[in-house]
């Protein structure tokens, strides 16, 4: 066999295979006396057929089978000696194939392509703001905890802000009637400037139970007039931060001062998962930016065939999905996750990382924290699951990650809660 391996690109390569008649007869002889020993014609015995007749009848059929054995064998063993592995079907052309010929085919397959990685362990360097929290997060999440257990009672009214009108909700026509067909029943509304412009919230001030009011908010981007036909006037009361309150929300607690730390912890964890994902991202923007090649044409089709179904799964039921609109909405961010997760594979070889049971046992401790379990139990979960792989694969990217920071020239910038609250 002689194989001539063509550069069509930096992905895609043509095996160009010619193999002699020579080299191929004896195995073509022993299928054809396979088949011929089966074969069985009126008037002869089984076996016994003349050859002549026989290979007139199941020739090109026996020729069919041996080309297609002969194409893949002959098709592996050119990839194996030429060190080439594929990751699309290959495309099959100039194909030649008779008894006593010899057979010739091209073989055109897509490959991971090779690149060069930047300077990272000198080069590597990004900007990072950190940040941090302060009181006000801390009042913030429990003042959500406690609306989160809130409770209304019925004044007599005049509503004032803040208050709460519980009713029926009727969308009014183009003519500003009450469409009846379109009711909303027992809703609560609340007399909030966060939410209303000026004119709603003036229609609502000074209300009544009985009385009715029109308010006109943007739904989704989309203004939809409403009547309301008041029940009741509610006022909120929210419950006080006591060590009972404390017991009652989280039983894991025994006092409002444990409660207050044990959100704090969860405060400070969510930050700290905030912090290392922008450190990351600014890693991946920096190779992304900095290792160029040409990402195979299948992959990036295959990326967004994915995006299409998973569209196409969410969808509400008969809802068309424009599939054009979605692939090319999606095709730069195909190119960027496909770069990453080729350079990723490269820079794991390169930094030689492998996930020992040390590193997974730390992450099996740090887990426990969070899931209030034991670091056993949370192992014995993950191994029974069929997420243990990912689960590896996640914890083999958070070693590379710390490798690569531990490298990078890292300017820390510091920003409270406070402010970039503000910035947004």
């Known amino acids: 066999m002689k194989a001539v391996v063509n550069e069509i690109n930096s992905y895609t390569r043509e095996l160009d295979i010619h193999v002699d008649w020579d080299e191929m007869k004896e195995n073509y002889s022993l299928m054809v006396k396979k088949y011929h020993s089966d074969y069985q014609r009126k008037g002869f015995r089984k076996g016994k057929v003349p050859m002549a007749y026989f290979k007139k009848e199941m020739g090109q059929a026996v020729e069919m089978e041996f080309s297609d054995k002969a194409l893949n064998d002959y098709y592996y063993q050119a990839l194996q000696d030429n060190g080439l592995t594929p990751i699309n079907k290959a495309k099959i052309d100039h194909f030649h194939f008779h008894e006593n010929a010899d057979l010739h085919f091209k073989a055109e397959f897509e490959i991971i392509p090779t690149f060069k990685l930047p300077d990272y362990e000198n080069k590597l360097k990004f900007k990072l703001t950190t940040i941090v929290k302060t009181e006000n997060d801390l009042a913030s999440s429990m003042e959500r905890l406690q609306q989160n257990f809130v409770k209304y009672e019925a004044i007599p009214g005049p509503s004032v802000e803040d208050d709460f009108l519980f009713g029926d909700l009727i969308e009014l026509d183009e003519s500003g009637n009450p469409n009846q067909n379109k009711k909303h029943a027992d809703q609560t509304v609340k007399i909030d400037r966060e939410i209303f412009k000026e004119n709603d919230i003036n229609e609502m001030l000074g209300k009544k139970a009985g ?214």
């Open 211 to 424: 009385d009715t009011c029109k308010i006109h908010p943007d739904v989704n981007e989309n203004k939809i007039s409403y009547e309301i036909v008041i029940k009741e006037i509610r006022k909120s009361i929210l419950p006080e931060l006591t060590d009972e309150f404390a017991k009652s929300v989280r039983p894991d607690v025994e006092n409002i001062d444990a409660l207050k730390s044990k959100i704090e912890e969860e405060i400070q964890h969510e930050l700290d998962k905030t912090n290392q994902k922008s450190r990351d991202n600014h890693i991946i923007e920096y190779f992304i930016k900095n290792t160029p090649f040409d990402i195979p044409t299948s992959m990036i089709d295959r990326y967004l065939d994915g995006a299409v179904e998973e569209f196409k799964t969410k969808a509400e039921p008969g809802k068309p999905v424009n599939e054009q609109q979605i692939r090319d909405d999606y095709k730069s961010h195909a190119d960027n996750s496909l770069r990453w997760i080729m350079v990723k594979n490269e820079l794991i070889k390169v930094e030689d990382l492998k996930v020992e049971k040390s590193h997974m046992d730390a992450k099996f401790e740090s887990l426990a924290a969070n899931f209030n379990m034991t670091a056993d139990k949370v192992e014995a979960v993950y191994k029974k699951s069929d997420k243990f792989e990912e689960f590896k694969e996640d914890l083999l990217e958070e070693l590379l990650f710390d490798a690569l920071a531990s490298k990078a020239k890292i300017k820390e910038v510091t920003k409270t809660t406070d402010q970039m609250k503000k910035e947004n």
